[in-house]
């Protein structure tokens, strides 16, 4: 595979922020293995990690070997970069199957099982460090990088002076020796000469050559991204309910499109260029077309589509964007009824509900009734009639009389009916 420029690949995408002299000379070369890390203390990633995901992902289709690391050892430790608090320590057992999680996950991104030269690999920090023993690893790593080294990075004298009374644990303060010492395995193991990671990772990754340098009198390569923030300051990555995950089931396809296509107009101009894997001719068509009607979306509209399709699939990416017509556009029953219970509640989310028992619903409710007293909808019996005398009542998106009856063939997932005044005032019967 012919080797395309990574460097110049991810300056146009805005994608480095810092990277070490000579790094795109020795690219350039040949093909060349590189690692970024993935902390496995849960059993999904978020957007968050979409950036290193993308890095490692950019690096394969550019003809070299991706090796993705999950910090099952510094997992176990914690990173004090940007942290307040000592995190908590997980057992082996939760670990492995967080790494098998998060392996399916990067699939979505890398390639690793076509048998191409530049296949990726997945490793695990815990499997070359729980061979050290304590006196081991300080009297074979330790002693090559002293405490002032150490002390002088960003990420352990902002812990030391913060205002934290815990201060920064003997445990936190090795992680870097411990990640700097992955590179060294990494070089002797995988000829790995690159780490990249987010700016946050600096002190980090540089400790790592330097451990390189004085164990092995080895070059090592270091490169960063900036972190992604969102236009108006606030973080990228989260949303009302906390992290936007990349797990089906902690986030919905439905809701993961949603956050895409909400984003800013100067964010989805950014993110376009970082999270997608559309070339430069095609984004800066895109970026220019939407300029000219900014109000129709374009840019998030294709931002969401692109993240969509590849973190979940075209079929999730149909399903999400027909989800947002049911709310928006112009539906019909059938189409709530394609709608599996969490993308429907996600859907509606906020929307009031009543419950009703699967009984009653058995034998039938008569709409005003459905409308007024059962539910409390509508405030009386006289504004559910004068609402169906307007024909502004729908069940399921279709326009009801006011002879029409409320029965369990009318459940959504054999749980849910949707009533609806007008055009934006939804109620949801629950049957229980």
């Keep these: 595979m012919k080797l395309k420029n990574f460097v110049e690949e991810l300056q146009w995408r805005g994608m480095v922020h810092d990277v070490m002299p000579e790094t795109e000379t020795h690219l350039m070369e040949a093909m060349r293995s590189a690692y970024v890390g993935f902390d496995p203390t849960a059993d999904s990633l978020h957007i968050g990690n979409l950036v290193p995901i993308m890095l490692l992902s950019f690096y394969q289709r550019c003809g070299h070997k991706p090796v993705a690391l999950v910090g099952g050892a510094t997992g176990m430790i914690g990173d004090p970069s940007g942290k307040s608090a000592e995190r908590n320590l997980l057992d082996e057992t939760a670990l492995r199957h967080n790494q098998e999680c998060v392996k399916n996950q990067l699939s979505q991104f890398l390639d690793f099982s076509s048998g191409a030269e530049n296949q990726a690999v997945l490793v695990n920090n815990y499997d070359w460090i729980k061979e050290f023993s304590f006196l081991d ?43 700097g010492y992955d590179f060294v395995h990494l070089n002797r193991s995988l000829n790995c000469t690159l780490q990249m990671g987010g700016s946050d990772q600096w002190g980090n990754i540089t400790t790592g050559t330097e451990l390189l340098r004085r164990m092995d009198g080895t070059k090592g390569y270091a490169l960063t991204c900036p972190l992604i923030t969102k236009s108006d300051g606030s973080k990228f990555g989260k949303s009302e309910g906390g992290n936007v995950w990349l797990d089906a089931s902690k986030t919905s396809p439905y809701k993961f499109y949603q956050y895409w296509l909400n984003t800013s107009d100067d964010d989805a101009e950014k993110y376009i260029k970082i999270f997608t894997f559309l070339d430069k001719e095609t984004i800066e068509d895109l ?68 419950e009703i028992s699967k009984e009653e619903l058995k034998s039938g409710i008569d709409i005003i009734g459905a409308l007024s007293e059962k539910t409390g909808f509508l405030k009386s019996n006289s504004e559910a009639r004068r609402a169906l005398k307007e024909n502004s009542i729908s069940v399921n998106k279709e326009k009801v009389a006011d002879d029409f009856t409320v029965g369990e063939n009318d459940l959504i997932n054999g749980q849910f009916v949707l009533l609806q005044r007008g055009k934006k005032n939804y109620f949801i019967i629950k049957a229980v």
């Design 287 to 354: 970026i220019a077309e939407h300029k000219e009607a900014p109000h129709l979306r374009l840019l998030q509209k294709r931002l969401a589509q692109e993240v969509t399709t590849t973190v979940h699939s075209a079929d999730e990416y149909k399903k999400a964007v027909k989800a947002s017509e049911i709310l928006f556009g112009n539906s019909t029953s059938e189409d709530l009824k394609t709608l599996d219970e969490k993308t429907f509640l996600d859907v509606f989310e906020g929307v009031p509900q009543a």
């Design 137 to 179: 690893f300080i009297r074979n790593v330790g002693k090559h990088i002293t405490v002032n080294y150490m002390m002088a990075k960003d990420s352990v004298k902002t812990r030391l002076s913060g205002e934290s009374a815990d201060g920064l644990s003997f445990t936190e303060f090795t992680y870097q020796l411990i990640q």
